[in-house]
């Protein structure tokens, strides 16, 4: 079991398959009541059309949101061809339609050149904030903000087949903040066409996939049934692939308290931090023998 949050339940990250018509807060509002605690932070937007994986960061693992080393995600994506909106997806309103031909190998054609380090102008209909204030909202205002693009990488961008007359199915494995509607959008402009998100599928958000997932209902019949506990990945999943440390109760105590311990047996570097088999958070060797702790996740230990 994951270790206890003060007052709050199980601490641990919940992989939520997100609904279509849910904004990501809405997940996280109804994952509140759910799991008893306001301690709740979701990684990575989803927009309301978008479906998939959500990791939902619940209790102490809150803490942990913005320290997962890996960021990237995988979609499967369906683009239309021959309609432009204004939201860059189906749910917006026509800005343009025409009736076009894209073929399997003019798409095929055009993938490569997105492959790769690139920059993307974030859509109008996005959480990006100007002077404090999303997007979105001056958007909705009628507004037309000037915004700089943003560097963003697509490791991989795999063609899955078509679905439908001008509509082709894609994969597409990217790093954190790249928008699949501006892909459509650009991949649309390469071929000369206007082009939008007919639908979007998140598989993977770091190191989480569907396999891990949960739906909103199996979730609510979890906690109804006492299993809760049980759907909980452990904080310590996201930093698998750092070398591994363990502590003793009194380097625990020292490093709870903020003190550095010395006389360790490690390398320079980063640690993810173990008690024993509970993942205890994560620390760094600056010079032979001292580690001294970044961030802490085990809050049912109190300094003695």
Request: hydrophobic share 40%.
């Amino acid at each position: 079991m994951p270790p206890k949050a003060e007052g709050a339940g199980p601490a641990g990250i919940l992989v939520v398959d997100k609904p279509a018509g849910f904004t990501s807060f809405d997940v996280v509002a109804k994952l509140r009541g759910i799991c008893g605690t306001r301690k709740i932070g979701h990684g990575g937007t989803l927009d309301p059309m978008a479906t998939g994986v959500l990791p939902v960061f619940v209790g102490a693992a809150a803490k942990a949101v913005d320290l997962a080393p890996r960021q990237d995600k995988t979609y499967e994506a369906t683009l239309l061809f021959g309609l432009a909106t204004d939201t860059g997806d189906i749910t917006g309103a026509a800005l343009e339609q025409a009736d076009v031909t894209v073929t399997e190998a003019m798409l095929a054609a055009a993938l490569p050149a997105f492959v790769g380090p690139q920059e993307q102008l974030p859509p109008m209909y996005s959480a990006v904030k100007i002077d404090g204030k999303p997007l979105y909202k001056y958007a909705r205002e009628g507004k037309t903000i000037e915004r700089k693009p943003r560097p963003v990488t697509i490791f991989s961008l795999d063609y899955l087949g078509t679905d439908g007359e001008n509509r082709f199915r894609l994969r597409a494995h990217c790093s954190k903040g790249t928008y699949m509607r501006t892909l459509a959008e650009d991949i649309g402009k390469a071929l000369g066409v206007p082009a939008t998100l007919a639908a979007l599928r998140r598989t993977a958000a770091g190191v989480f996939t569907l396999e891990q997932a949960h739906t909103l209902q199996a979730i609510q019949q979890a906690k109804d049934t006492g299993a809760l506990a049980g759907l909980y990945q452990p904080i310590g999943r996201l930093f698998d692939d750092w070398p591994r440390l363990e502590v003793d109760d009194t380097a625990l105590h020292r490093l709870l308290n903020g003190a550095a311990v010395r006389g360790v047996q490690a390398e320079p570097g980063r640690y993810a931090l173990y008690a024993g088999q509970a993942f205890a958070g994560l620390g760094r060797v600056a010079q032979p023998g001292t580690l001294q702790a970044e961030k802490m996740f085990y809050p049912e230990i109190r300094p003695k």
